[in-house]
């Protein structure tokens, strides 16, 4: 893959005469141009991530409140990256692309009103193919937004913008379907699916054996441990059933990797990013994942006042937008994450319990699941985390006295 084809201030002429609604580029000229890290981590799960600086002049004379500063995040298609395998298996690219430039702007438009306008992503300025796949947005840090501090453990006040967020974007994506069109088989299926199991079984199966071996180990009560042990071994089957799309429930466009990663705040709003794994379904698959990932403390003893607010959030936007099929109730919301509660294992064992230990890297991805003796240690290490463990004691009787867990 070239490095030059997007790397160069050419490529970007376009970009800025979007980002700037300049009618040519004839109007200005760039002087220096930069491309380096986004972050301390370039590499992302599944693609490459880079900010690119400029600096422009009007060639005529200042135009004004454009300003001649610009930044720009891209995300490349990398072969190098953990998780290349599901990058073509998921078309996580185009899919990504058909939600930044096909869908969220229909849905901000459903969700605004005359006095607020709604936005959930950043907006997207350019994708290619041939011959570098890349995504090319806006630098959401010029609008002042920001990730935040911790990777695990949100406060609460954070959960709950998040959560009413989330309910705008699951109704607008429902409405959508309802009064625009159906989505495309890009969003068929999420990561865990019948075509993915033998992929993610090599990653996943090995985190979970592990984390019910931790559990063994300590003793944990056999009414909460065999229910788990039963599932050791084909717990992404098990989670491909629950996954599977009732009709006659409502269904969404579920983000599918909603965690502190991917969420960027301001004090007055927040932005949703990364939609590679996107797919439509029940919203208690995007729920159960966040809880788990970003809100584990609140779930042992809030998941229930945060799933009602969700849902008053919920009902909210779709009466807004006037959604004409039945609104499920709380009591139906909740039996819908019943049902499916098993969903919250793989991320309980594998993204919450690294994230807590402190692995947040594509490479500590890898060794995790190696059976050389210092993956085997690594997991040893990380499952009997004492942070991990205290809360797993706290959280497993609740998921069952829940019934969220059978």
């Known amino acids: 893959m070239s490095e030059a084809s997007w790397k160069t201030p050419d490529f970007f002429k376009d970009v800025i005469v979007r980002d700037l609604r300049l009618e040519c580029s004839d109007s200005f000229k760039i002087t220096t141009f930069s491309v380096g890290k986004a972050s301390e981590e370039t590499a992302g799960y599944m693609s490459q991530i880079y900010r690119v600086l400029i600096e422009i002049e009007f060639t005529e004379e200042p135009i004004p409140h454009k300003p001649t500063s610009l930044s720009y995040i891209v995300k490349e298609k990398a072969n190098s990256v953990f998780g290349g395998r599901l990058v073509e298996l998921l078309s996580v690219f185009p899919r990504e692309s058909e939600v930044y430039e096909k869908l969220l702007p ?182 159960l994942y966040f809880f788990t990932t970003s809100a584990l403390e609140l779930m042992c003893d809030s998941l229930e006042e945060l799933l009602q607010y969700y849902h008053q959030h919920l009902v909210q936007a779709l009466k807004q937008m006037q959604y004409y099929r039945p609104i499920p109730t709380y009591a139906e919301l909740l039996e819908q994450m019943r049902r499916r509660g098993i969903l919250l294992l793989p991320s309980l064992s594998e993204a919450t319990a690294m994230t807590m230990y402190g692995l947040t890297e594509p490479s500590d991805m890898a060794m995790i699941t190696s059976e050389q003796p210092e993956g085997v240690a690594l997991r040893q290490r990380v499952y009997n985390n004492p942070t991990f463990t205290a809360l797993i004691d706290r959280l497993l009787p609740k998921l069952y006295e829940l019934k969220l867990l059978k």
């Open 106 to 287: 229909v849905f901000e438009r459903l969700a605004s009103n005359e006095r607020d306008g709604v936005r959930f992503g950043p907006k997207v300025y350019k994708t290619t193919t041939t011959p570098d796949t890349v995504i090319v947005m806006e630098d959401l840090a010029r609008g002042q937004f920001c990730m935040p501090e911790k990777r695990y453990g949100l406060p609460v006040t954070d959960v709950k913008r998040i959560l009413a967020k989330l309910a705008q974007l699951h109704a607008a994506s429902a409405v959508y379907t309802e009064k625009v069109e159906p989505f495309s088989d890009l969003f068929a299926d999420g990561v865990i699916s019948e075509r993915t199991i033998d992929c993610l079984s090599e990653y996943y199966e090995p985190l979970y054996s592990a984390f019910v071996q931790s559990l063994r180990d300590r003793n944990f009560a056999p009414e909460y441990l065999q229910p788990l042990i039963a599932l050791d071994g084909h717990l992404l089957r098990e989670c491909c059933k629950a996954q599977k799309i009732d009709q006659s429930e409502l269904n969404v466009l579920n983000h599918g990797d909603l965690w502190p990663n991917n969420v960027m705040f301001r004090e007055d709003d927040l932005r949703i990013l990364d939609f590679q794994t996107a797919f439509y379904g029940s919203p208690v698959a995007d729920l």
